[in-house]
């Protein structure tokens, strides 16, 4: 029977495709917009993922994440030193600057100031270069996604002299870094180069590295720092989580990937319920057969749930090789950069498609079962 179930689908080509299309659509929608929304989330954690040697991120007590931070005095950083359990702490500098480039073009940049000495700051990958270029006098290294919004036009940075508030700057070298929520261009130089192309005020560190030392309890760290500096400590999972909340708590972009989500959904019940109900209206004889030659409502249940989990299959299968084939095809374009398909996000596109299916398969069942043998001979 199933197999006859089946046929029947297959047999009406025009609505076949109807309802493949309708799940494989809804199924992109769905994937595709929660794909694009976890990943732009996550670059409020970029900052954080582009030092992953860092365990604990220090700052004052009132700053938020890495881009909405209050600078503290030079002394946070031996304070921080002297709590037991840290093995090194390293001032880490975020800020932002103007610079004009050689073309006469001015652009706002990101300016990053890492550890002198050990460079900790640094993102794990270098693109082009070597971090060693940074030992050179007014040297900065730019991520490769600023690259490509500096200089459009493709040519290589590499040599390229900037003006950052009336200081010299020299691009020697490209980082392979996570871009951040704005894809803003970012350049990467030594703490104490960095305080010069900052305008100057009177308390400049923005963050101290931490490293813990071998056996102490991350979280036990923290709330020592805390306890003895006064100053506010969140383990590095914990700072990054913070730039994603920020990103919920302040913009529009949930609301608005969750309404196209929604619209994803609706639309795909819309397309999927008419097409199967026109289906049903058309076979309602057969399924009057079926009943008249002894075929039970358990059987005719089986049916339609077997021409369901067909159409599911196929067009959840499209789908999510559409969301794929999207990905893949913009994983050139620098705003894309590093985009994937989490595990969960498949998941969730699979229940709606599976509820999809239910409501609209309970709704067109309801017509056959009420459907009277007697009727197949009018």
């Known amino acids: 029977m199933i197999w006859i179930a089946i046929r029947m689908l297959t047999g009406d080509a025009q609505k076949f495709y109807g309802l493949v299309f309708g799940i494989a659509f809804s199924t992109l929608l ?13 670059r409020g ?5 582009n030092v992953p040697s860092a365990d604990i991120w220090v700052m004052d007590r009132v700053s938020r994440t890495t ?17 037991p359990g840290v093995e090194w702490a390293a001032p880490h500098l975020r800020a932002t600057a ?10 706002g940049v990101a300016i990053v100031g890492v550890d002198d000495a050990t460079l900790i700051g640094l993102p794990r990958r270098m693109a082009q270069g070597n971090i060693d270029v940074l030992s050179r006098p007014d040297t900065v290294i ?14 290589s940075p590499i040599g390229e002299r900037l003006e950052l508030n009336d200081q010299r700057a020299v691009i020697r070298g490209i980082a392979d870094a996570v871009p951040s929520f704005t894809s803003q261009v970012t350049l990467y130089t030594k703490y104490s180069q960095a305080l010069r192309y900052v305008p100057g005020t009177r308390n ?12 102490v309890d991350h979280q036990q760290l923290v709330a020592r720092i805390e306890a003895e500096t006064g100053l506010r400590a969140r383990t590095r999972n914990q700072f990054a989580q913070d730039g994603i909340d920020f990103i919920v708590e302040n913009t529009g972009i ?5 309404i196209t989500v929604a619209l994803g959904f609706v639309v795909g019940v819309a397309i999927v319920g008419l097409t199967f109900s026109l289906f049903i209206r058309d076979n309602i004889k057969q399924f009057g057969a079926l009943k008249a030659i002894g075929v039970a409502n358990g059987t005719i249940r089986r049916m339609v749930a077997a021409q369901a989990a067909l159409v599911g299959l196929i067009g959840y299968g499209l789908g999510v090789l559409g969301t794929i084939a999207f990905i893949w095809g913009f994983s050139a374009v620098p705003t894309f950069k590093g985009f994937y398909i ?37």
Not at 142 to 155: P, S
Not at 204 to 213: E, N, Q, Y
Not at 254 to 258: C, E, I, Y
């Open 98 to 107: 103007s610079v004009r480039t050689g073309d006469g073009d001015l652009e």
């Open 204 to 215: 400049r560190l923005s963050f101290v590295l931490v490293g813990a030392a071998p056996g």
């Open 67 to 83: 881009d909405v931070a209050y600078p503290m005095p030079s002394t946070a950083l031996d304070k921080v030193r002297s709590v």
């Open 45 to 49: 954690a970029s900052a954080v993922f």
């Open 254 to 258: 949930p609301l608005n990937f969750g």
């Open 30 to 42: 769905i994937t595709q917009q929660l794909t694009i929304f976890v990943n732009l989330l996550e």
């Open 142 to 155: 730019i991520d490769d996604v600023g690259t490509t919004n500096m200089f459009e036009d493709g040519r």
């Open 342 to 378: 989490p595990w969960q996000i498949p998941l969730i596109s699979l229940a709606a498609v599976v509820l999809i299916l239910a409501l609209t398969g309970w709704v067109a069942l309801r017509r056959v079962l009420k459907t009277e043998p007697a009727a197949v001979f009018r």
